[in-house]
């Protein structure tokens, strides 16, 4: 009767032994899941940001706009009056160019014609 009260012990020692390992894995699989809710939160805090500070550029803007407007309208005036007088100093320096030029000309051809009377009086005679 002693040996059959052996065996039965250490077959129910070995059936605890597994259903440990069971839960073990159990617990690997619930860490995963809290590290994804963190990085939805982060994003949802950037969004937030960045609408604010548009909001505070668009109001100093259009307070420095008016004032610009007024001075721009004084300065022009000045400008045109200033862009006449320059045309007119333009014109006289292509006149004294133009008058050089024709005096070089005249010099040249009456050098040729000369030469040219002299030559057609000889051929005429040898033909008689």
Do not use: G, Y
């Not at 390992?21 to 960045?50: C, F, G, L, S």
């Not at 109001?59 to 008016?66: C, G, L, P, R, T």
């Amino acid at each position: 009767m002693a040996d059959c009260w052996v065996k039965k012990k250490k077959k129910k020692k070995k059936k605890k032994k597994k259903k440990k390992k069971k839960k073990k894995k159990k617990k690997k699989k619930k860490k995963k899941k809290k590290k994804k809710k963190k990085k939805k939160k982060k994003k949802k805090k950037k969004k937030k940001k960045k609408k604010k500070k548009k909001k505070k550029k668009k109001k100093k803007k259009k307070k420095k706009k008016k004032k610009k407007k007024k001075k721009k309208k004084k300065k022009k005036k000045k400008k045109k009056k200033k862009k006449k007088k320059k045309k007119k100093k333009k014109k006289k320096k292509k006149k004294k160019k133009k008058k050089k030029k024709k005096k070089k000309k005249k010099k040249k051809k009456k050098k040729k014609k000369k030469k040219k009377k002299k030559k057609k009086k000889k051929k005429k005679k040898k033909n008689c």
